[in-house]
């Protein structure tokens, strides 16, 4: 199926607690970008990792890139309630501007 | 800071009727998107435009048009709504191309009702 198609993949965690979510892309690209979409809301970028970078991060979070697997993850230490939201991977098709977005993980973070 | 302004916010039409979402953003972007992401799904690309009166299709650009007149317009036609496509409609632009590490801006979405 193409990406987009497949249900969220779901994740319920109690506050405080770190959490991982992963992304594998299917053609090459340069960049891999973490988007978060809460509810009723568009989807905001939260960190850029280049296809030259193992790893990136921003306050309380860490983007890893394995460009060999064609695969990404975002962690976030210390999740906190307002964390919840739907997170997806976005790649671009052969550098280009045709963009894909992955399936994307529901995460509930409980208080 | 900019801003991308999708109307309406809820778009209800008949099932065969033609129907039209619009997007405004004054970043001054070359590059905008329609998205379609349907409940508890994720996004699939459904046109872009990388300037003015460019029109380039995504996966599931089948059912659709697209209208790219301004560089500060995107709009989208359904040219025949049917009830399996009811969703929500995103727009996003970004400056230029994703490869080179730009972000992608969205607006806060239309949703499609079918009757």
């Known amino acids: 199926s193409q990406w987009g198609e497949e249900n969220l993949q779901a994740l319920s965690i109690q506050e405080g607690e770190d959490v991982t979510m992963n992304c594998s892309y299917k053609?090459?690209?340069?960049?891999v970008q973490w988007y978060r979409q809460k509810s009723g809301k568009g989807p905001a970028q939260l960190i850029l990792?280049?296809?030259?970078?193992r790893e990136k991060r921003s306050g309380r979070l860490r983007a890893t890139l394995d460009t060999s697997s064609q695969s990404s993850s975002l962690s976030i230490t210390g999740t906190l309630a307002t964390d919840t939201a739907v997170y997806f991977c976005?790649?671009?098709?052969?550098?280009?501007?045709?963009?894909?977005f992955g399936d994307g993980t529901q995460l509930v973070v409980k208080p | 800071g900019g801003i991308i302004t999708q109307t309406p916010k809820f778009l209800i039409g008949q099932e065969g009727q033609k129907l039209t979402l619009k997007c405004q953003q004054n970043?001054?972007?070359?590059?905008m998107y329609w998205y379609r992401q349907d409940s508890g799904k994720g996004l699939r690309l459904i046109y872009y435009?990388?300037?003015?009166?460019?029109?380039q299709k995504g996966d599931l650009s089948e059912g659709y048009d697209a209208s790219r007149e301004k560089k500060s317009s995107f709009s989208l036609t359904v040219t025949s709504a049917q009830k399996n496509e009811m969703a929500v409609f995103l727009c996003?632009?970004?400056?230029?191309?994703f490869g080179a590490g730009n972000t992608l801006y969205f607006g806060e979405g239309s949703r499609l009702i079918v009757v």
């Open positions: 053609t090459y690209t340069t960049v």
């Open positions: 435009s990388i300037t003015e009166n460019d029109l």
């Open positions: 990792i280049r296809s030259n970078e």
């Open positions: 976005a790649t671009a098709q052969n550098s280009n501007n045709r963009i894909f």
């Open positions: 970043f001054n972007h070359d590059t």
């Open positions: 996003a632009s970004s400056i230029d191309s």
